[in-house]
């Protein structure tokens, strides 16, 4: 019997919004201030699953330059109705103190590989906007109300209004058809319609540990909608045992071979319940009780590792490459740039062919232009490798490898040049906005030669090492093991919501824009089955 291995979007990919299209299935995730924005992974079976696109591939339709950090991008809605594919998302401006600033709109496209047109604004009313068709051809959106008046529920309940295709905005009124339950902090709506009766799906209980997923219905879409006997459906919540935490914000889909899934986030804790590899995306199959209510197979309502695939012929698509050589003219799919889209100004693969040219621009502190290209990690155990050419003239020009969390959160294998050492290698670590340099002195390097840089992570352990291009089996350690927890969305003062991303950048802070040229980037896992270790794994790793 086939299985779905949980998760199924390993890494930062929460708020997953499904969607099938005939045979073909789509899951659409939030970006936050990464670009390009949206996510949209693809499956024929449920089981395998490839990154096919983005949705906002440019500034017009994001403009996340000066945006806070877990800002921008918030849950997508991914839907589809007569030919055209409806993608409704948050851009968030603001989200400390009483005040949100979240700004919705959406785009459209008559393929899921896009032109996606230039974005409607909609409303800021709150997050977490969907778009539901009616059978009637009507189209309504719901999303969470945002009240920050002293005294009120700041999560108020879930809003509705009419959108019209034809003027291009919501019409008509608005009204508050849910408030949600004990659990509070009601938010992530969606709208399903079955047997006569209206379905509103919600994330309740905060998007931390006591996350869950809530079903209420009605006979009108306006409600009042009665809220499912056993609620929630799907929590992890007191379940400390569980491998998959945080489970909730939900999307269901009926498959062409009629069973139905649910996707929801999740994340899978380290030490201490940090989980470093931010909200992931897994999937539990699900069944209607004869009066009309979701379960989940297996009894309960707490997610499995493991679930049974729907009756369809596996479909495997080509594994990824671990290598890139910066061979193609635009960056490969995983690849990823922080708030801005790419740009002549400050990077470059056709410059010189087989070389990732980057052109320094701000700090890692920045919130607007940084010369910064990074991949999520998706494996607790992972190594990456690059090959740096980078010449620096002073210390305010500065390249190297970076494993980043935010602006507030990182640590930097970074080559610069010091007055009196001339080019040299230090490990820079900030947490929580605090700057260090690991090394008590800096380490200096050749001129004029390639330098290899290598980071191997162990769960919540990072080694650096360093050589030069025809020393190949000569790494040299540098430094102790450093303990990376504080790159996690529990670490920190405030709630944060993305996760570990392993990158190239480059900065100058003189403005001259010192570039550097990366040959190749490796990025290898190890562990397949790593989905099995929960919390309390005692599977032990040591560095070479």
């Known amino acids: 019997m086939k299985k779905i291995t949980n998760p199924i979007l390993r890494g930062f990919n929460p708020d997953p919004s499904f969607l099938r299209v005939e045979d073909d299935y789509y899951i659409a995730t939030s970006t936050f201030e990464w670009f390009p924005g949206v996510q949209i992974h693809h499956s024929k079976d449920l089981v395998n699953w490839r990154l096919l696109t983005h949705a906002l591939t440019r500034k017009s339709q994001v403009n996340m330059e000066g945006n806070i950090n877990s800002g921008g991008v918030w849950a997508p809605c991914l839907t589809y109705s007569e030919g055209t594919f409806y993608l409704i998302y948050t851009d ?36 977490d906007p969907s778009l539901f068709h009616d059978d009637d051809g009507k189209k309504w959106l719901v999303n969470m109300l945002w009240d920050g008046r002293k005294g009120k529920n700041s999560f108020a309940g879930i809003v509705i209004q009419e959108y019209s295709i034809e003027e291009k905005k919501l019409i008509g009124p608005v009204k508050n058809i849910f408030k949600g339950t004990d659990l509070k902090l009601t938010e992530g709506p969606h709208l399903y319609k079955r047997n006569g009766y209206y379905y509103l799906m919600t994330a309740e209980g905060g998007t931390e540990y006591k996350h869950a997923v809530i079903m ?25 045992e569980l ?11 009926q498959t ?3 069973e139905w899934y649910l996707a929801h986030l999740c994340g899978r804790p380290l030490k ?30 707490t997610p499995s590792l493991h679930v049974e695939a729907p009756k369809i012929d596996p479909h495997p698509f080509d594994p990824i490459l671990i290598k890139d050589d910066f061979q193609s003219d635009s960056l490969q799919l995983d690849w990823s740039t922080l708030r801005i889209p790419t740009d002549p100004s400050w990077i470059s693969l056709t410059e010189r062919k087989g070389f990732l040219r980057l052109k320094g621009m701000e700090s890692l502190s920045s919130t607007h232009k940084q010369s910064l290209v990074a991949r999520r990690q998706q494996s607790f155990n992972c190594e990456v490798e690059t090959a740096i050419e980078f010449n ?6 500065m390249a190297g490898l970076v494993v980043y969390y935010d602006t507030n959160d990182y640590v930097y294998l970074r080559i610069s040049n010091d007055e009196e050492l001339g080019k040299c290698l230090n490990i820079i670590q900030t947490k929580n906005g605090q700057y260090d340099e ?4 800096d380490i200096p390097l050749q001129e004029g030669k390639t330098c290899k840089l290598k980071a ?19 790494w040299n350690k540098i430094g102790s093991v450093i303990d990376i927890c504080h790159l996690s969305d529990e670490y920190g003062d405030y709630i944060r919501f993305t996760g570990t991303f392993i990158g190239l950048c480059v900065q100058d802070l003189s403005g001259s824009k010192k570039q550097a040229d990366f040959e190749y980037f490796i990025y290898k896992e190890f562990l397949e089955e790593e989905s099995e270790i929960g919390t309390n794994s005692d599977q032990v790793f040591r560095f070479s």
């Open 216 to 240: 209420a219905r009605s006979k009108s879409l306006f409600g009042p909608f009665e809220v499912d006997p056993i609620n929630p459906i799907l929590t992890s919540a007191n379940h400390p």
């Open 243 to 253: 491998a998959l935490q945080k489970a909730g914000h939900g999307s269901l889909v």
């Open 256 to 258: 062409h071979t009629d």
């Open 272 to 301: 201490d319940n940090y989980c470093n590899l931010g909200r992931e995306t897994a999937i539990q199959r699900c069944y209607w009780t004869e009066d009309g209510w979701l379960r989940i197979f297996g009894g309960g309502n």
């Open 456 to 474: 191997v992570i162990e769960r919540e352990n990072l080694q650096f090492y360093y050589t030069y291009s025809q020393n190949d089996d000569k």
């Open 92 to 127: 968030v401006k603001s989200r400390k103190g009483a005040y949100k600033d979240t700004h919705n709109y959406l785009v459209t496209a008559q393929d899921i590989m896009g032109p996606w047109s230039e974005p409607i604004y909609l409303n800021s009313s709150g997050f």
């Open 392 to 397: 620096p003239e002073n210390f305010q020009q």
């Open 438 to 441: 690991l090394l008590e002195k």
